[in-house]
């Protein structure tokens, strides 16, 4: 019994995120934000594919002390020397690849339903944006101030009024990393609802492109070609009733009769 309302639960909740009555931060849990300190904290944008012309973005943390998870130099752009990779960084290092490890917060409002964070290309720098495509918008979070030929990391500066947060779920600190922002400036446009709208009740359906109809004259698929004329069959001539009554003819009698006499 237990299984069936967890089961009936689990359909409801799936229908109503499918309906768009649900977001998915909202249909199971509210998270918070605490702050953290900005300098053990960075955004890098990493080269990848054919020719190393596209960036995907990593957001690395200093988690312990000991050993250093990266080092910055140059300016204009920032380069970043990834020594994570020289060495197990379990328990040192924390890696965020992908929307499931990192995503924007705006005005204590968690955006990770709605936008997607990813790095483009525009000019002589990288962008870091957060695109939402199903309302056709996008808001600018950060910039490398500069370009390479793809063959390494660079630094996003994040831009004025945006910071690194983690997400909080009753009071308890997970690995999900936030780019907050609290000011205005992020011009985050409020969501619109995702159900689609209905049309008035006297407004006429559109006509239909083409209409095809189908006879029982004929199982073949219709032909934009003319039709060829009906060939007329003409019955055969009914049958001469047999007399049931009658007798019998002998066939040598018959036969006898169709000869003719010559005297």
Not at 50 to 66: F, K
Not at 170 to 190: E, F, K, Q
Request: net charge positive.
């Amino acid at each position: 019994m237990k299984f069936l309302h967890k089961l009936t639960a689990t359909l409801t909740t799936a229908i109503l995120l499918s309906c768009g009555m649900l977001t998915p931060a909202r249909a199971a849990y509210t998270f918070n934000k605490v702050e953290v300190d900005q300098r053990r904290f960075v955004a890098i944008a990493t080269p990848f594919g054919v020719g190393r012309r596209y960036y995907n973005l990593i957001i690395m943390e200093q988690q312990a002390n000991g050993r250093s998870c990266w080092r910055e130099y140059g300016d204009n752009p920032t380069f970043i020397e990834p020594t994570w990779e020289t060495f197990d960084f379990t328990g040192i290092c924390g890696r965020s690849t992908d929307s499931n490890g990192y995503s924007m917060r705006v005005n204590d409002n968690d955006m990770g339903a709605r936008f997607i964070l990813s790095v483009v290309r525009r000019g002589d720098e990288l962008v870091l944006m957060a695109n939402s495509i199903r309302e056709r918008t996008y808001v600018e979070i950060g910039r490398t101030r500069g370009m390479d030929n793809g063959e390494r990391y660079l630094k996003i500066h994040l831009d004025p009024g945006w910071r690194f947060t983690k997400r909080t779920y009753n009071g308890r600190l997970l690995g999900h990393v936030y780019l907050t922002s609290d000011s205005s400036t992020a011009n985050i446009p409020p969501a619109r609802d995702p159900r689609p709208s209905t049309p008035p009740a006297n407004t006429p359906l559109p006509p239909a492109d083409r209409e095809l109809i189908f006879t029982p004259e004929s199982n073949s698929r219709p032909s934009n070609s003319t039709p060829s004329p009906r060939t007329t069959v003409t019955p055969p001539p009914p049958r001469r009733p047999i007399n049931v009554n009658s007798r019998p003819t002998n066939p040598s009698t018959a036969l006898e009769r169709s000869i003719p006499t010559f005297e």
